[in-house]
């Protein structure tokens, strides 16, 4: 069953703000929201991951909602390398993480 | 580091056939994890590893047996290979960070089977 809602596209145009929304809402209490990238075929790539804070590093910024049903990842300024498909996943402590379509992000100069 | 390596990078087998894909890692990570991406889609989780000697069933299991005999170690056996199992492979192994964990991925193994 899904549990993460994402767009399957998006556009964004050089040194803008990327905002990659995804939906949550049977979000458990225990579950954080992880963010993951695959730039064309390679292995994805981890950014951030959150619990209900919000939470920012080098590559990105990401938003949870106070109750927790949605999240947004930020990237600042997107550059054609952030050119890719952009994975929300919520997980609980194990290791079991299933990744779903994901948004494909096209960053257009 | 070398971090995440897997092999071979392609391979192409029969109908039936069987082999082992080969992931190691030298970060000294306890978590171990594969995947399956077939074309158009996201990565199903196939077996995973929380340390030696211990490994569970993801997503999609069938047709697929994994051991963990050391930490580096956690290959990948098809029993006999269909054509359904023709994707790419992919090898994580994951950083423990507190509670959660924050995985590192190899760089695939494109597999076809005919």
């Known amino acids: 069953d899904a549990k993460t809602t994402q767009p399957p596209s998006m556009d964004c145009a050089e040194g803008r703000a990327a905002n990659l929304p995804c939906n949550h809402s049977?979000?458990?209490?225990?579950?954080?929201v992880y963010w993951y990238r695959q730039i064309h075929s390679q292995g994805p790539q981890y950014i951030i991951h959150g619990l209900k804070n919000n939470e920012t590093n080098e590559m990105a910024s990401l938003i949870i909602t106070e109750d927790r049903k949605s999240s947004t990842l930020i990237l600042p300024h997107a550059t054609l390398r952030d050119t890719a498909v952009y994975y929300c996943i919520v997980s609980p402590l194990s290791n079991d993480m299933r990744f779903g379509a994901g948004t494909r992000l096209t960053v257009k100069p | 580091n070398a971090g995440v390596t897997q092999t071979p990078k392609f391979q192409v087998l029969k109908t039936g056939q069987s082999m082992t894909l080969q992931c190691a890692q030298d970060m000294n990570h306890e978590y171990m994890s594969w995947y399956r991406q077939d074309p158009g889609m996201g990565l199903r989780l196939i077996h995973y590893?929380?340390?030696?000697?211990?490994?569970d069933q993801g997503e999609v299991p069938n047709g697929y047996n994994v051991s963990r005999s050391t930490t580096e170690d956690f290959p990948l056996r098809l029993l006999s290979a269909a054509p359904s199992q023709t994707s790419v492979y992919f090898c994580?192994?994951?950083?423990?960070?507190?509670?959660?964990?924050?995985?590192?991925f190899g760089p695939g193994t494109r597999l076809t089977v005919t």
């Open positions: 590893s929380v340390g030696a000697g211990i490994t």
């Open positions: 049977t979000i458990s209490g225990n579950e954080y």
């Open positions: 994580a192994s994951s950083l423990r960070v507190g509670p959660t964990y924050e995985q590192y």
